[in-house]
């Protein structure tokens, strides 16, 4: 039922639950989405279920800019944000530029380091959360 929820094969959702692979954002938004609760809810990152005004989707343009204004609050180069996550500077390049979404074990590095919301960095709520 799960893998017809976010429209995948049952044997791709089975490799999700049995950590052979890590769900994608888009897929995890959809199972959150469904279950009304919140990103940082999903991964364990907070107690509240579901922020208020909380928006179904996510918003690219909107992670791309805050992923940017994160780094730059910290001081950091894209280069030196880069190592502190160990991914590469044209991948963070590409965060910062919308060119594609960050994968999900970045994004709850990225949070858990900066602690920063998930569901705030990736346009899912304007209000700044930060995580205890």
Request: aromatic share 10%; net charge positive; glycine share 4%.
């Amino acid at each position: 039922d799960m893998a017809n929820i976010i429209g995948i094969k049952r044997s791709t959702y089975a490799s999700y639950e049995t950590c052979r692979d890590t769900i994608p954002l888009k897929h995890l938004n959809t199972l959150c989405n469904y279950f009304n609760i919140s990103l940082d809810y999903a991964l364990g990152l907070t107690d509240i279920k579901r922020y208020d005004n909380e928006l179904d989707e996510i918003n690219i343009k909107i992670a791309g800019e805050r992923l940017k204004n994160l780094r730059k609050e910290n001081n950091l180069t894209q280069m030196e944000i880069s190592k502190i996550l160990n991914t590469s500077r044209s991948a963070w390049t590409g965060y910062e530029c919308k060119k594609f979404l960050i994968s999900t074990l970045l994004i709850y590095e990225v949070a858990k380091k900066y602690n920063y919301s998930i569901d705030y960095l990736l346009g899912k709520t304007d209000f700044p959360i930060k995580l205890k």
